[in-house]
Every structure is written in C-alpha cells, then in structure tokens.
C-alpha cells in the first residue's frame, strides 16, 4: 500500500538491442536451421518499437515478466551492501547536475546546449553512474539533479523532472521530486527490499513506486532496449551514446563468457568451467546481430555463442537465430540454449 501526499511523505509499508529508429527495409523472415536434439529455442517479444522489458529464466525456460519500458524511470539499489541510483537507460535517460542542494538556487534550462548530460554505464559498474557512487550512509542532501525523462517507444521527447536524494541508509532511501525548481515537491520515503536489486520509481506530477523487474532470484537475463557508447568506426576514443537493442545479465550472481572458439553443440562441461567468465552486465550485449545493408535485414554472428553461469551455479550454452519474428519484424530475438 502507498500513501502519497503532497509536500509530503511517501510512506512505503509494503513493496510489494543495436536496434535503429530509422527507417529500414522490412526484414524478411528466413527458416532457421533445425533445432539439434536437447536443445531448447524460444523468443523474447519486445515489439517493433522495442517497447518491452523480457526478465528470463533459464532454469525453468520461462519469462517471469514482460512489462513496458517505460513503468519506471529511477532504479534505486537494494543490494546487500550497495547504494546507488540508476537510470532507465532503455528510455535514453540522462541527467545533468545542477551543483547546488537549494532548490531555491537551482537556475538551469534544460535546453541549453551548455547543459553536461551523463548516462549510465551499460556495464553496471558501480563507479559509472550518472549520480555517481554513493557512500555507504549519508545523512546529507545531494545536489539537485535535471533529469531527462528520455523517449518513448515511438521515439517522442518525455520531458524532464527534478530529483534530490535527501538520505539514505541501510533501511530506506528519502528522496524529494518535482516537475519544476519551484515546486510542488514530492518526499518520498523508500524502503529498501532485500528480495528485489531494485525498487524503482516513476517521475512525473505525482512520482510513486512500482514493480519493475521481478525479484532477484527468479531470473538470469533480460532482453531490452539500453544506452551505450558506440565508438566511430576506427576509433577507441570517439563515440555516440546510442540506443541499442540486446541483452543484460542479472546483477545478483550471474556471470557470463564469450566463445568465438567453440562451435556451439561442442560446448561442453569442461569448456564451461575454463571459460573467463564477467559480470559486466553487457556481456552479452547487443552486438550478436548487425544490420546489413546490402540485404536490408538483421544478420546473426554464427560464431559467437554465450556460455552462462546462474546464481544456482548452473551452466547454460546460449546463441542467438534471429532477431525478426515470422513477419519479418524486428524485435523478436530468437535464441536457443541447453544446460550443460
């Protein structure tokens, strides 16, 4: 139940991929090649605008949650030992520090090119946030913070809210919103729920909390929509933050590896324990497909496959089929995958 007031407090006593906007060449659909024996093959329906988030399984071969991208903006981490806010970056969120804790002396215009966005990291590195890292309890107030709301699915400007952390510490989270500098303010007292990474927070004239992803141990992946840095084509240093279509892991103890060596039926055991495995959350990332102009459709890297490691230290080989359904629309990635 959430009591919301105005001026007030929110008082929280139960809680309860690279895919381009533009316009392209219909993708024709293709037969994929057969399906090997124990293999399992199934598809995450994100929609041609890319307006769903698809949490995943691979214990039981089930998606736990299909929700729209755009439910929530601010991700608030409830991890044991961990403080932290995070955007939703499958909106192209960003935001901008306005460098005072006064709401009173807050003078920015969000539409002046002067104004310095950042965007989280696609790695999920605790130090690469656009708020920044946090300590582990801060009675303080943060600065003010300009947030971008992002775009929605058809690509139309969300516009912008206001946001300050108050305080935080190993029980909750006080944050304060507002639409403008000047109010009307929003303070909301968040609890932190050991059963979820995050809880998370929807902006707007009356910001309140909602059920995003599903709780941590009940899924592995989720295939979305995320900012990243695309870096120019023969350059290390020069990129663009772009919107991009794939797949993240679960933060809370899963892991995964590349494999460009193996082909992927010969994945076995011993491969998996020997692999060099991360948990950078893009590890899988989006860069499984890309966009062939020449034939006007997605095409799929044939030699690379994922080898994954669940929170139940379990071991999965994974690759990708397709990224269109049977109508050629993109946006449907299709994977097949086999406990090893």
């Known amino acids: 139940m959430l009591l919301l007031h105005r001026s007030g407090l929110l008082l929280v006593w139960a809680f309860c991929l690279l895919g381009f906007t533009g316009c392209f060449k219909k993708d024709e659909p293709f037969a994929p090649p057969p399906l090997p024996e124990g293999f399992i093959e199934n598809v995450a329906s994100l929609g041609k605008d890319y307006g769903k988030q698809a949490w995943f399984d691979l214990e039981t071969n089930t998606f736990v949650r299909i929700a729209d991208r755009g439910i929530w903006d601010l991700a608030l981490d409830c991890r044991p030992q961990r403080f932290g806010i995070r955007l939703n970056s499958s909106k192209k969120m960003r935001l901008a520090n306005t460098g005072v804790a006064d709401w009173s002396q807050v003078q920015i215009d969000p539409t002046s090119p002067q104004v310095v966005w950042r965007y989280d990291e696609s790695t999920g590195a605790d130090d690469s946030t656009a708020f920044g890292p946090l300590a582990e309890e801060s009675l303080f107030p943060s600065p003010v913070f300009l947030v971008d709301l992002g ?31 000047s109010g009307p303010y929003d303070t909301l007292v968040v609890p932190r729920n050991s059963d979820y990474n995050f809880v998370h ?4 004239e009356a910001p309140y909390l909602v059920l995003a992803e599903p709780p941590r141990a009940s899924w592995d992946l989720v295939f979305t929509q995320y900012t990243t840095r695309v870096y120019y084509e023969g350059s290390a240093t020069q990129f663009e933050w772009y919107s991009v279509n794939g797949v993240l892991i679960n933060p809370s103890g899963t892991m995964a590896a590349r494999d460009t060596v193996h082909a992927f039926e010969s994945i076995f055991y011993e491969t998996a324990l020997n692999a060099a495995y991360t948990s950078l959350w893009d590890v899988i990332g989006y860069d499984w497909k890309s966009y062939s102009n020449n034939l006007g459709a997605y095409t799929i890297r044939e030699n690379l496959a994922f080898i994954i490691r669940t929170q139940e230290n379990h071991y999965f080989r994974l690759r990708f089929i ?4 049977n109508q050629g629309e993109r946006g449907y990635p299709t994977f097949r995958f086999s406990k090893i």
């Open 151 to 181: 775009l929605s699915p058809q690509g139309e400007a969300l516009g912008f809210s206001y946001f300050q952390l108050w305080k935080w510490d190993p029980v909750s989270y006080t944050v304060i919103c507002a639409s403008t500098p």
């Open 322 to 325: 397709s990224f269109t359904n």
């Open 201 to 204: 927070l929807k902006l707007g």
